[in-house]
């Protein structure tokens, strides 16, 4: 079974502080991906990467970055972080089309 | 209006019984389906997926896929309690293309 680690696993953060979330993948998979998951919203594409130093925007990449330094690890990086960033965020990755996803983190923004 | 819909938005099913859940795409671009499911702290995990018109089972699972109509369905066949999740319905343009996720329908297992 494919491996997604995240961390944290939560974290509470403060209007305007930064925040970077981690997910490392020992699938050798070349796609990763960012989602939000919140209630009656499903889960939301943030950003995604098919290679490493490269990142694509997602249907909501605004108050988001992303950087992926290596095939293993991909971070998602909340500059400036804001109340209406309070949610769960998932990463993935895939070999091209069934997407393995990591445990999650919450995230609560004050 | 979200890409992909799904309904309903909550599914009570006696153990034992059938659960249909239902997913329409707006977007006639949308050619590759699936189906994945959420335990309650968990991550999603991938369930079945479906790219021609016509039905695909995979044990108590069953996916149906009209493309005309842009149409998915999931049944689940004597239900457990273990189906208790989210069940979300994704789609993707092309092979390698990211997946647009429905908002879930939640599967809960009830007493016959």
């Known amino acids: 079974e494919a491996a997604v680690t995240q961390s944290p696993r939560s974290k509470v953060a403060v209007t305007g502080g ?89 995230l609560t923004v004050l | 209006q979200q890409k992909v819909q799904q309904s309903p938005e909550s599914l009570s099913v ?32 991938a369930l079945m997926s479906i790219f021609s018109d016509g039905d695909k089972k995979e044990g108590r699972f069953t996916a149906h896929l009209n493309k005309a109509s842009l149409h998915v369905s999931l049944h689940i066949r004597d239900s457990q309690p273990s189906d208790s999740a989210l069940y979300f319905c994704a789609a993707k343009e092309g092979f390698a293309s990211a997946l647009t996720f429905g908002s879930g329908t939640k599967v809960i297992p009830c007493l016959p």
């Not at chain 1, 979330?21 to 919203?41: A, E, I, K, P, V």
């Not at chain 1, 988001?64 to 209406?84: D, G, H, V």
């Not at chain 2, 019984?17 to 335990?39: E, I, K, V």
Request: with cysteine; proline share 4%; glycine share 8%.
């Open chain 1, 18 to 106: 930064k925040v970077t979330l981690s997910c490392h993948q020992t699938n050798n998979h070349d796609y990763m991906y960012w989602y939000r998951q919140d209630t009656g919203h499903g889960l939301r594409l943030i950003h995604y990467s098919y290679v490493a130093d490269s990142t694509e925007k997602g249907d909501i990449p605004d108050g988001y970055k992303a950087s992926r330094p290596s095939q293993e690890n991909f971070s998602l990086i909340l500059e400036l972080a804001s109340l209406s960033q309070t949610a769960v965020y998932f990463c993935a990755s895939s070999e091209r089309d069934r997407q393995y996803f990591g445990p999650g983190t919450r």
């Open chain 2, 14 to 45: 006696p153990e034992g019984g059938m659960a249909s859940l239902n997913c329409t795409s707006s977007d006639r671009n949308f050619q590759y389906f699936w189906w994945y499911r959420q335990h309650s702290g968990e991550g999603p995990k």
